[in-house]
């Protein structure tokens, strides 16, 4: 732009024409040109408008590109020369700062987009067009739907520099984030901060400071929603301060309601009854009858006429005489008038009655002046403090239930987002005697705070495991609203960032809370009343009004003894020492000793073996007797289970699940399936800090099983997660029965039927102790481990159908994790042996799974067997040579029966044909001597008669007598 500026004034001696006049100082101005490599410049004169005067001044040699002014001063382009900013202006110097929000300033741009996280789930139609930061009155406030808004702001140094911003960022359903990007586009990061910003309190404002190389640097602030209930509340910025800029050649003039003298770097706010208008030096005065202005005021207000809301009860502080009285005091600073038509007056004070007595652990001196006992006495307020007994020891704490005066760790304020102040620091809480209330307040929209708090938790070494309760807080309170007001209950602990604990909606009955904590740490406890977060001129919801009746904390360090109680006895010295954990107090000798075994000590503090309770079904108490895990098995009449893999930690997304936007998140549920015994507990983040790289600054929640919300992200390698809740702090037991007793079910219903019905669920049953409004008794869990062969070993974990959150009641919930790991351990009934043919000496022996194989660990499959072989047996042998025997002889015989009959059939005929020759004659020898061929009929007598011959011989009689009874019955004939 200037090298186009700069050729147009070359060009401008050859539009000189006669008319043209002389340059006047008004008719140009100052401005240097581009920095060269070696960072100097050159100082021009650009006139307003080109070619309407001639006589320009020549370029001159500029001040160095790193040169700035201090802060309260400008650069004057004539001279070169830094001077002091006027009355009613301000100047940094070396930068700007931009805390007017009426509009956009100069600069700024706002883009907006569809949400990157998770799938672009946004329906369409849906219109992101109107989603974007926008300006209001001292702030500008964050986009609060499901699209992604950016304020950007580019700034080009000439020297490295910074970038503070104060913001207000206490709604975890915004992601908030702010990064810088430099002239190549390169994301900038700290090595210290995280691009995601940490929540803030409520009506509390922090400050992020960033560090800025020389060069072009784009700065993002960018949010995204993600709204499960209701509307978010912004994100609000409203101061933003850059430096490192080359100069300012002019001073910023003081906003309405500022002021600032010569050489001033900031403007001051106008007192209390006076204004200003822009660019004042000084503040003007109100009329103090008629009129009043808040701090910072721009303009002057009647004064209304005084009502009840501008007074309060105030119980006056004990006096010698233990007597005080109820007074009354106007609301300071005091801008009503009594004198007006219908204002009402401050009450009169009403009879002097006593004193309530003091808080436990307090003890009322001569001045009726409430005094903490010391270490080893206690009280329970309504009389002097006592020693405690030999062998017992002080329970220490803070426990409130008298409100006459505030105690001394307690503090109350007032603030508001939009004005910065109430009308006083100290008006945010009256004191009424059994309870504390919020006071009126200056505006709806003004937070009331009462803080709490405690240095640390009386807890010994030996005593103190990660994430075990330290210590406990408990307060009964009450909320009366018209319409949407909100009670906060925060804390801070330790390094960690303020935590926002619940948030109760409209009013409330009376009610307890209880709170456990798991850090040892100095902790700030805060309760937050808004009466509106609208902002408006006119109150509307004066008599809303939250009350706490009763605040006590336990186990506090230096904290005060309402009473005391046994404790463990020194071997040596006699005096009380903590018992090691899992261990209880032995009544008659009052030693330490260690709960029985399947046992685990409920209260440290208790006396006797009443305080060791058994451990639930299917579990066994840890090494320290302090809790109950399971070995991840489980014995059932005939089955065994053993799920040692599912042992440890694991993360299970649960949906995906939709917001009314559409935007997609999923549960995600942390859980440590056995117990805790030797492994670490299930975390959850409570909200994006887990992306700070100063782990002291991250907020975690700690249990058996925890659940958080998380949004997975395809452009950023990170997930977020928020709004973690406890679902589970010790087992109460394990079972195959959808029952436990204690008011512990699993119905089976939830789930559809298992594929092998006669393989029992196994169900783990849990508690936490985390109790919330609507779940007075804490929340119980149900893990139902089923048998899915077919599932690998990390399984499938669900939800019911019906309750796709896990819960149905938002107190008690059940989830169904199908793995092999809870199916049955193998055994050699589940082997099917199968034994192949003997080939060629060797026969193969198989071990296979049965069908189905429904079986898991245990036995492993056997390998397979191979043996040497014979292809036929000793006995089969045995029998082929018998049978070939038997064959050969059946043979021989059938041969020589066959020989013989041939002869035999041939002496019958002889014996015919000699019988048809002479009729009724007995037949005569042929010859006497041995025929022919007749040899082998001829026997010997002293030959040794075979079997076969006596055989034959019996044949041929039979067939002899035969022939001859045939004969002599035709003789007879």
């Known amino acids: 732009m200037v090298v186009g500026t700069l050729f147009a004034l070359l060009l401008a001696p050859c539009l000189v024409t006669s008319q043209q006049r002389v340059c006047l100082d008004t008719d140009y101005y100052f401005a240097y040109t581009e920095c060269n490599a070696e960072g100097s410049r050159w ?38 020369e830094c001077k002091k900013c006027s009355s009613g202006s301000y100047s940094l110097g070396d930068g700007v700062r931009f805390n007017e929000w009426n509009s956009l300033p100069p600069g700024f741009a706002t883009m907006t987009f569809k949400s990157s996280f998770g799938e672009d789930l946004l329906d369409d139609t849906f219109n992101c067009s109107s989603s974007h930061w926008m300006p209001w009155q001292h702030v500008v406030a964050s986009n609060v739907d499901e699209c992604t808004a950016s304020l950007v702001y580019s700034v080009d140094l000439k020297k490295p520099g910074r970038v503070s911003f104060e913001y207000q960022y206490i709604d975890a359903s915004i992601f908030f984030e702010f990064f810088v990007q430099n002239d190549q586009c390169q994301a900038v990061t700290s090595e210290t901060d995280s691009r995601w910003l940490p929540h803030t309190q409520n009506g509390e404002w922090q400050t992020r400071n960033v560090e800025l190389q020389a060069g072009n640097n784009v700065l993002y602030w960018r949010s995204t929603g993600f709204m499960l209930k209701g509307r978010p509340k912004p994100v609000l910025i409203r101061s933003i301060w850059i430096s490192g800029v080359a100069y300012t050649s002019q001073c910023f003039p003081c906003l309405a309601g500022t002021y600032s003298k010569e050489g001033f770097s900031t403007c001051s706010p106008c007192p209390r009854n006076t204004y200003s208008l822009k660019g004042a030096s000084s503040c003007l005065k109100c009329n103090d009858v008629a009129e009043y202005a808040e701090l910072g005021s721009a303009k002057c207000k009647l004064r209304p006429a005084c009502t009840d809301e501008d007074y309060f009860e105030v119980h006056a502080p004990c006096d010698h005489d233990g007597m005080t009285q109820l007074t ?24 002097r009655h006593p004193c309530p007595p003091c808080n436990p652990g307090f003890f009322k001196n001569n001045d009726s002046v409430c005094i903490p006992c010391s270490n080893d006495s206690f009280s329970d307020g309504t009389s002097e403090c006592e020693p405690c007994p030999a062998g017992t020891e002080p329970i220490r704490g803070y426990e409130f239930k008298w409100w006459n005066t505030l105690p001394d760790v307690m503090q109350m304020t007032c603030f508001n987002i939009h004005t910065n102040h109430c009308r006083s620091v100290d008006d945010g809480w009256n004191l009424a005697g059994d309870n504390i209330f919020t006071s009126v307040g200056s505006a709806d929209d003004d937070y009331l705070i009462l803080s709490l708090e405690v240095p640390g938790f009386r807890v010994p070494e030996l005593d103190y495991r990660d994430g075990q309760a330290v210590g406990t807080i408990t307060f009964v309170f009450e909320t009366i609203c018209s319409e949407d007001c909100d009670f906060f209950f925060m804390l801070d602990s330790g390094k960690q960032v303020s935590k ?24 700030i406890f805060s309760w937050a009343f808004q009466r509106s977060s609208s902002t408006n001129d006119t109150r509307k919801h004066i008599s809303d009004v939250a009350k706490i009746f009763f605040i006590n904390v336990t ?48 209260n440290r503090h208790a006396s006797g073996i009443a305080a060791c309770q058994p451990c639930g079904p299917g579990t066994k108490s840890s090494a320290d007797h302090s809790t109950c895990f399971n070995d991840c098995s489980y014995a059932h009449e005939h089955f ?36 805790q015994q030797g492994n670490e507990l299930a975390s959850c983040v409570d909200n994006i800090t887990l992306l700070s790289t100063d782990s002291g600054s991250e907020s975690i929640s700690r249990g058996l099983i925890c659940r958080s919300n998380v949004v997975l992200s395809d452009s950023h390698s990170v997930t977020l997660s928020s709004q973690s ?96 790991a809870a199916c049955q351990l193998c055994s050699h009934e589940d082997v099917q042996i199968i034994e192949e043919a003997c080939r060629g000496g060797v026969q193969k022996i198989q071990h296979i799974w049965k069908k189905p194989h429904i079986c898991h660990g245990g036995l492993s499959l056997p390998e397979d067997i191979k043996q040497h072989c014979q292809t036929m047996s000793w006995w089969m042998r045995v029998g082929i040579w018998v049978g070939t025997f038997l064959g050969c002889l059946l043979i021989s015989l059938t041969f020589y029966f066959w ?16 019988s048809n020759g002479k009729e009724n ?27 076969f011959y006596k055989l034959a011989s019996k044949k041929l009689n039979y067939e002899s007598d035969a022939d001859e009874r045939e004969a002599f019955g035709k003789s007879m004939d």
């Open 43 to 80: 100082r021009v004169a650009i006139p307003h408008a080109p070619g309407v005067c001639t006589g320009l001044p020549e370029p001159v040699q500029g001040t160095h590109c790193s040169f700035s002014c201090e802060a309260g001063e400008f650069l004057d382009m004539r001279k070169q």
């Open 500 to 523: 926002l604990v619940q948030t109760w909606h409209g009013s409330n009955e009376k009610q307890s809370f209880k709170y456990s904590l798991s850090t040892n740490a100095t902790t």
């Open 899 to 914: 020989k013989r009959n041939r002869k035999l059939e041939y002496k019958y005929s002889r014996l015919v044909q000699n």
């Open 725 to 820: 809740i406890i679902l589970a702090d010790w087992l109460v037991g394990v079972s195959t029965n959808d029952t436990l007793g204690k008011g512990m079910a699993a119905s089976s219903e939830l789930f559809s039927s298992s594929s092998f019905p006669h393989i029992p669920d196994i169900i783990h049953f849990y508690r936490s102790s985390d109790a919330t409004p609507s779940c007075q008794n804490g929340r119980k869990t149900t893990i139902r481990l089923r048998c899915a062969p077919d599932r690998p070993i990390d399984g499938e974990f669900i939800a019911p159908r019906r309750c796709h959150d896990g819960t149905c009641d938002g107190c008690t919930f059940h989830f169904l994790w199908l793995t092999p």
């Open 328 to 351: 009354y005091r106007w609301v300071e600073p005091k801008f009503c008038r009594e004198d007006l038509e219908g204002a009402v007056t401050l009450p009169a004070f009403e009879e």
């Open 921 to 947: 004659e007995i037949p005569s020898a042929d010859s006497c001597a041995i025929m022919e061929g007749e040899e082998e009929d001829v026997f010997f007598s002293h030959r040794k008669k075979s079997p």
């Open 555 to 602: 186990n506090v360090l230096d904290g005060v003894a309402s009473y005391c109680k046994p404790c463990a006895l020194g071997v040596d010295t006699r005096s009380c020492v903590p018992c090691p954990s899992g261990h209880y107090i032995e009544s008659s000798s009052r030693f330490c000793l260690p709960c029985p075994s399947g046992t685990h000590l409920t």
């Open 640 to 675: 065994n289970f053993n799920y040692v893999e599912l042992a440890g930690l694991h993360t299970k997304l649960i949906g995906p699940h939709f917001t009314p936007w559409g935007k997609k998140y999923f549960h995600s549920i942390n859980f440590s399936i056995c117990g």
